[in-house]
């Protein structure tokens, strides 16, 4: 969920941009399922689901990264 904070690098009270990034967790999913013996394409599934992604809040105004949420 996007929060508001004051970004420590410009110094400006915004609200983060969150964006979903593949982490440990989806690597470890297509691992899983793809030792299960799927069939091509269905090991990169964890990729789409939000759920087993980090989750990284970056700064509307310059852009840098302020938080990385790590499903692990
Ligand atoms: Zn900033």
Redesign the pocket.
Same mark, same amino acid.
């Given at each position: 969920v996007p929060v508001q904070a004051v &970004? *420590?690098?410009?110094?400006?009270l915004?609200i983060t941009v969150t964006s979903f990034v593949p982490g440990t967790l989806s690597w470890l999913l297509c691992t899983t399922l793809f030792v299960f013996g799927c069939v091509l394409g269905c090991c990169l599934l964890p990729f789409c689901i939000r759920t087993v992604m980090d989750v990284k809040h970056s &700064? *509307?105004? &310059? $852009? $840098?990264e302020?938080y990385h949420y790590s499903r692990l």
């Open positions: &970004c *420590p690098y410009c110094g400006s915004i &700064c *509307p105004v &310059c $852009r $840098r302020l």
